[in-house]
Each structure stands twice: as structure tokens, then as C-alpha cells.
């Protein structure tokens, strides 16, 4: 089971819009809604940010958000923050006997 | 809230095994929304699922393919935790190890607790 794609890094400045992409295949990714996205810093565990495609568990920013279309999911964090700054990763329940799939993992800077 | 402590050792001499525990506060490990869970994240690897545990009415063991030959992961509902045991360790199973709830409810699955994590060395 290969890794979901991710872009190895994305930057912007704080206040910008940023958008993280995980191509996968129609076995994970485009196959069911069990798309979820994590924050982490260094040392830290992750962090679920987004759940089940685009929920938001409580206590999670509303700038970010999430989307699917096809076998791409994407994470949009609005009103960049230094606070954001973090390593981010994608997730998806797979239909290979793997039974879930992380992302490459997108380092994220804030300009 | 759910909290989730790990323990075990850091340094495993290759062809021994490596054995981690996870202890669960705020959620029984009996729960039937929830599967309890072991990751792994390495420079060469990143993140992997390595497999998880779950009740059911009774037990439910999956493991990744990778690993399935060597891996072993156990309740505890005596003390409300769960093991990971990972047999013939070489020095490619050096990583950072996660125990994990995964939150099964419905249509529902992510990992919504984690544990801090324990950097395993494979070494001699």
C-alpha cells in the first residue's frame, strides 16, 4: 500500500489562504468519506484538525476546513497563523488489508 | 477526556522483541466505539498503522500487512490498557511508536486521542 501524495512543503504569509492536497486512489481516498487530516509540531503527536472529509472535531479552529473531489482531498487553512506553522498529514481508510493510509506529510511555513 | 500514557522500553537489541504498553483514562478499552490503536512514524517510513484492537460482543485483532508475521496486540481489562508487542525487531523498526483511539461510531473513523509517543531504537 503506497502513501497517500502530499506536497512536501507549502508557505504563505500570516492572514493568506493555504491549500494541502492528498492524492490517493480510488480505493482510499476516492473510495470513502473517511478522509481526516493532522497537525504536528515538532515532538508532539499529531493533532486531528479534520474528520470524515471536512467535520471539524470541537475546539478545532474554523479556519480550517476540508474538501474531497475524485481520489484528492484538500485542507484549506484560512487567515494563516504563525501558530500554523507544522507538519500536516493526511489520512483515509483503505480498502487494502493496510486498513488506513497516511500522507507524505506537508511541511507548512508561515512567511 | 481521554488520555492515553505509553511506557516501555527505548532501546531493543535487533532480533528481540519490542513491547509497549498504552494506558486509557476517561474510556474503557471494552468500549464498542472505539479500536484501540498502534502507529508508527519514521524519517524512511512516515507515518504507518501497524493494527489495532477492538470489543465487539468479543475480540477483534487487524494488523498491517507489513507487519503481520510479527506483530502481536493485546487487551488488558484488568488494568484498561492494551500492548503492543513486535517480534525480531531489526533496526528498520526504529521509530517513534503512537497508541491511538481510533473513534468508531457509525460512519464515523479517525484517530481522535494519541499517546506522546515512545522513540524505539533498534541497536546492539
Known amino acids: 500500500q503506497s502513501a497517500l501524495t502530499q506536497p512536501a512543503s507549502v508557505s504563505g504569509s500570516p492572514g493568506q489562504s493555504i491549500t494541502i492536497s492528498c492524492t490517493g486512489t480510488s480505493s482510499d481516498v476516492g473510495g470513502y468519506n473517511y478522509v481526516s487530516w493532522y497537525q504536528q509540531h515538532p515532538g508532539k503527536a499529531p493533532k486531528v484538525m479534520i474528520y470524515?472529509?471536512?467535520n471539524r472535531p470541537s475546539g478545532v479552529s474554523n479556519r480550517f476546513s476540508g474538501s474531497k473531489s475524485g481520489n484528492t482531498a484538500s485542507l484549506t487553512i484560512s487567515g494563516l497563523q504563525a501558530e500554523d506553522e507544522a507538519d500536516y498529514y493526511c489520512?483515509?481508510?483503505?480498502?487494502?488489508?493496510?486498513?488506513?493510509?497516511f500522507g507524505t506529510g506537508t511541511k507548512v511555513t508561515v512567511l | 477526556q481521554v488520555q492515553l500514557q505509553q511506557s516501555g522500553p527505548g532501546l531493543v537489541k535487533p532480533s528481540q522483541t519490542l513491547s509497549l504498553t498504552c494506558a486509557i483514562s476517561g474510556d474503557s478499552v471494552s468500549s464498542n466505539s472505539a479500536a484501540w490503536t498502534w502507529i508508527r512514524q519514521s524519517p524512511s517510513r512516515g507515518l504507518e498503522w501497524l493494527g489495532r484492537t477492538y470489543y465487539r460482543s468479543k475480540w477483534y485483532n487487524d494488523y498491517a500487512v507489513s507487519v503481520k508475521s510479527r506483530i502481536l496486540i493485546k487487551p488488558d481489562t484488568s488494568k484498561n490498557q492494551f500492548s503492543l508487542q513486535l517480534n525480531s525487531v531489526t533496526p528498520e523498526d526504529t521509530a517513534v511508536y503512537f497508541c491511538?483511539?481510533?473513534?468508531?461510531?457509525?460512519?464515523?473513523?479517525?484517530?481522535?486521542?494519541w499517546g506522546q509517543g515512545t522513540l524505539v531504537t533498534v541497536s546492539s
Open positions: 491511538a483511539r481510533d473513534r468508531v461510531v457509525g460512519t464515523t473513523k479517525f484517530f481522535d486521542y
Open positions: 489520512s483515509s481508510y483503505t480498502s487494502s488489508n493496510t486498513f488506513y493510509v
Open positions: 470524515d472529509v471536512s
